[in-house]
């Protein structure tokens, strides 16, 4: 019995989704209140402006958000804008943080990347902005059960 071959699935004229710089947000649901939003990125990727080789890095963002919260899908498009752009790895980080404070304002941001080992050396990068006059709650420690 003859196995039939699967057919090739035809490309999009337009990719579904590209890359993109634009940063989309939606308003807080909970702005009453302090809380954490945590993003673990583990396949950053972006160019050494020296060489032109993939740099990789995994990042942890962590958001306290004010009145607008960064929409996920636009923060996967616009990490995903890096992947051919050639920069060092601190500019990188800086210029996330600082695009991020300039679309969603957030009380408080974090981002620590960790970029892979390059050369022998491993780099860590962390970077926050907190908003003026803001003050986090006092950290509760609750007994072990």
């Not at 035809?10 to 590209?18: D, E, K």
Request: hydrophobic share 40%; proline share 10%; net charge positive.
């Amino acid at each position: 019995m003859a196995r039939k071959t699967p057919s090739q699935r035809q490309a999009p004229a337009t990719p579904p989704t590209q890359p993109s710089r634009e940063l989309q947000m939606f308003d807080n649901p909970a702005p009453e209140r302090d809380y954490v939003i945590r993003f673990d990125v583990p396949e950053f990727t972006c160019l050494c402006p020296l060489t032109g080789q993939p740099d990789f890095a995994h990042f942890t963002l962590e958001i306290v958000a004010d009145q607008r919260c960064v929409e996920t899908k636009s923060l996967k498009l616009y990490f995903w804008s890096y992947r051919n752009e050639g920069a060092f790895h601190e500019k990188v980080t800086n210029n996330i943080v600082s695009d991020l404070v300039a679309a969603i304002a957030p009380r408080f941001v974090r981002l620590h990347a960790d970029w892979f080992v390059r050369g022998g050396i491993r780099t860590f990068v962390t970077v926050e902005h907190r908003k003026k006059g803001w003050k986090p709650a006092p950290r509760v420690e609750l007994p072990a059960a």
